[in-house]
C-alpha cells in the first residue's frame, strides 16, 4: 500500500518561493567590489533574480546548460544562485584561488557557456578568455561605471544585463532529480572532479544542514559565512539562511579582512559564523590586537580542515564565542557531522570537555555512515577503533560528473577519510587514507600531532607528515612555522611527552617560514612530502 500524500518536487524554486512570500523583509548585506555596505531584502533579492532570469532567458538559456561564477559571497552571487537553477540551468561555481590550468579545465570540461565574473578576476578572465572556447559570453558583477578596462571581448556589466527587464518571470516546472549545481573538488593529485547537485539534494541538505544541533538556523539569527560560495555552495548557507529567514552578512573580497569581518560582526549583530580554521586564526589574532569584543557572536562553525584546540580555547575565554567543529566534503554537499555538545558533557572537566570538542561531530540526520577497518568489516563505536569513513545518502555523490558510479559493492562512497566513533557517536577524524603515518606496525595520525603542536605557545602552524625510515617503513617529521621566537628542537618535542604514546611522538622538527597551502586554505601535505621527498631519518 503506498502513502497518499502529495508528490510536490523538492526543488530551490520552493525555497525561493517561500523564502519571498515568508521572509521577504529579511535582510542581507554585502560587501561588493564597487560598494562598501549593500543592503537590501530578500524579496529585493528575489525581484532581481526574476529580471536576471529574463535576461539570461535572452541569451538562450537551455534546460541543463552550465553557467559558471568566479566571484566572492555576496548579493549579485546569490541571485545568480537562483536565477541559474531555478530557470532550468546549472550553477558552476568555479573556485577563482585555482591554478589557471586549473579554471580552463574545469570551464571546458563543465562545457560553461556563460561566465560571470567579479571585477577582480578581470585579469584572470583576460588571460584565460581564448583558452575557454565553449563560452560566449562575459559578464562582470558590477555597474557600467565600475567596469574594468579590459580586451575581454564583448565584455557586459551585470546592472546593465539585468537593468530593464521584467520582474515578472515564469519559473519552469522542474523534476527534484534535475541537476542544479556543480562544484569540482580541489584535488591534490589529478585533475579536479566534478560533483553534480541535484535540486532534491539541495532542498534535502538544507532542511538536514539547519536543523538545530547543526546549523541552527532561524529568525532570530544572523549568519556571516566566510566559507565562500564557490567552495560547496558555501556549505548550503545561500539555500538554507532564506528558507529559515535568518539574516545573511557577505564581505565579499574582504573575508581575509580582520577589520571589516568586526566591523560587521559588530554593526549588523552576527550571531554565527562559518569557515574553515586559517579565517579564524587570522580573525583571533586581529581582535587580540584591537582589543575589540564581539558581544553579539554566539557560535563559530569551523571546518574543511581539524580546528586547533587553542582556537576553541581562546574564543570562549577571550571572547565568549563556542566554536562547532564541522565536518563534510563537496561530495557530501557538504554536511556529515556536527559538534554541539550533549547536556551531560558540557558540565565535563575542562580537559576532558575539550577533548569531545576537538572531535567533528555528530552524525547529521540524512548521513548514513560506517567506519571499516582495512578489510572491510564495521569498527565498534568505542572512540578507540579506527577506519575507513563511509557514507551513503541522498545528498551524496553517486559518481563524478562526465565519469561512473564511485560507490563500493554496499553503495556507500568512500570519504577517503579515516575515523572513529565514540559511544555517544562523536566521530573523530584521525587523518586522510593517505596521511596517515604507518611505522612499523602502528599508525599514527598526522591531524593529532599537529593539534599538540600547535598548542605550544611559541607555534604559529605546522604539520606533520611520514618520511622514510630505515627501519620502520616511516616516522614522522614535524614541520613547523614559530611566532617571532626561537624555540628549539627539543624543547617542542618535550612538548609531546605525555600527550601521546611514545612510539607517535615525532623523531624530528623543521623549521620553515611558511607551510604551503591549496587553493582553498588546507595544508598541502602534497607540496610538503615532495619538499621532503630525500628526507631519511634512522
Ligand atoms: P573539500 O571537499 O574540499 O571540502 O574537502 C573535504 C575534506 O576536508 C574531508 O574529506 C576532510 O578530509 C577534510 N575536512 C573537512 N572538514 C573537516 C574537519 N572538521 N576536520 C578535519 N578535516 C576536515
Redesign the pocket.
Same mark, same amino acid.
Given at each position: 500500500m503506498k502513502g497518499q500524500m502529495m508528490n510536490v518536487p523538492l526543488t530551490i524554486t520552493e525555497i525561493m518561493r517561500h523564502a519571498d512570500r515568508v521572509n521577504g523583509d529579511t535582510e542581507i548585506v554585502s560587501v561588493t567590489y564597487d560598494n562598501p555596505r549593500h543592503r537590501y531584502t530578500l524579496s529585493d533579492a528575489f525581484s532581481r533574480t526574476r529580471q536576471l532570469a529574463n535576461a539570461l532567458k535572452s541569451l538562450g538559456l537551455k534546460k541543463g546548460q552550465r553557467v559558471a561564477t568566479l566571484a566572492w559571497n555576496d548579493y549579485r552571487h546569490l541571485e545568480l544562485y537562483y536565477a541559474i537553477s531555478c530557470s532550468g540551468g546549472v550553477l558552476h561555481t568555479v573556485n577563482p584561488r585555482l591554478f589557471e590550468q586549473q579554471i580552463e579545465y574545469i570551464i571546458s570540461h563543465a562545457e560553461d557557456t556563460i561566465v560571470f565574473f567579479d571585477p577582480l578576476f578581470a585579469p584572470l578572465i583576460e588571460k584565460l578568455q581564448s583558452k575557454l572556447a565553449t563560452v560566449n559570453h562575459f559578464i562582470a558583477l558590477t555597474d557600467h561605471a565600475h567596469l574594468p578596462e579590459s580586451q575581454i571581448e564583448n565584455l557586459l556589466d551585470y546592472e546593465s544585463f539585468i537593468a530593464d527587464r521584467s520582474t515578472v518571470f515564469t519559473w519552469p516546472e522542474l523534476e527534484e532529480d534535475d541537476a542544479s549545481s556543480l562544484c569540482y @573538488? !580541489?584535488g591534490t593529485t589529478g585533475h579536479p572532479k566534478g560533483v553534480l547537485y541535484s535540486h532534491r539534494s539541495t532542498v534535502l541538505h538544507s532542511l538536514g544542514s539547519a536543523l538545530p544541533d547543526a546549523f541552527g538556523l532561524s529568525i532570530d539569527e544572523c549568519v556571516m559565512p566566510i566559507v565562500p560560495m564557490f567552495?560547496?555552495n558555501g556549505w548550503g548557507l545561500a539555500y538554507s539562511a532564506p528558507m529559515t529567514g535568518t539574516k545573511l552578512v557577505m564581505p565579499g573580497p574582504k573575508m581575509a579582512d580582520g577589520a571589516t569581518l568586526t566591523e560587521l560582526i559588530n554593526n549588523e549583530g552576527v550571531t554565527m559564523t562559518a569557515g574553515v580554521p586559517v579565517v579564524w586564526l587570522m580573525l583571533l589574532e586581529h581582535l587580540k590586537q584591537s582589543e575589540l569584543q564581539v558581544p553579539s557572536l554566539k557560535r563559530i562553525v569551523?571546518?574543511? !580542515?581539524?580546528?586547533p584546540e587553542v582556537l576553541i580555547r581562546e574564543f570562549d575565554e577571550l571572547f565568549n564565542v563556542s566554536m562547532h567543529?564541522?565536518?563534510?566534503? @563537496?561530495?557530501m554537499s557538504?554536511l556529515g557531522t556536527f559538534n554541539k555538545l550533549k547536556p551531560k558533557l558540557r558540565s565535563l572537566a575542562d580537559e576532558k570537555k575539550m577533548g569531545y570538542q576537538l572531535k567533528?561531530g555528530r552524525i547529521v540526520f540524512g548521513v548514513d555512515m560506517r567506519i571499516e577497518d582495512w578489510q572491510g568489516n564495521q569498527v565498534p563505536w568505542d572512540g578507540h577503533q579506527f577506519g575507513s569513513v563511509k557514507v551513503r545518502g541522498p545528498w551524496i555523490a553517486s559518481g563524478y560528473y562526465k565519469q561512473g558510479e564511485s560507490v563500493d559493492s554496499n553503495g556507500y562512497f568512500d @570519504?577517503?577519510?579515516v575515523a572513529s566513533i565514540d559511544p555517544d557517536g562523536y566521530m573523530q577524524?584521525t587523518d586522510?587514507s593517505k596521511d596517515v603515518i604507518k611505522s612499523g606496525g602502528e599508525w599514527i595520525s598526522s591531524?593529532e600531532l599537529e593539534n599538540i603542536a600547535v598548542g605550544h605557545p611559541d607555534i604559529k602552524e605546522a604539520a606533520v607528515i611520514g618520511v622514510s625510515h630505515n627501519k620502520w617503513g616511516e616516522r614522522p617529521l614535524l614541520i613547523a612555522v614559530t611566532h617571532d621566537v626561537t624555540v628549539t628542537e627539543s624543547e617542542l618535542l618535550a612538548h609531546f611527552d605525555g600527550k601521546v604514546a611514545k612510539f607517535c611522538i615525532p623523531d624530528a622538527v623543521e623549521f620553515i617560514n611558511e607551510l604551503p597551502h591549496t587553493a @582553498?586554505g588546507?595544508l598541502s601535505k602534497k607540496d610538503l612530502r615532495d619538499h621532503f621527498k630525500d628526507y631519511v631519518l634512522g
Open positions: @573538488t !580541489s567552495h560547496v569551523v571546518g574543511g !580542515s581539524a580546528c567543529h564541522a565536518w563534510g566534503m @563537496t561530495e557538504p567533528q @570519504t577517503g577519510d577524524i586522510r591531524i @582553498t588546507k
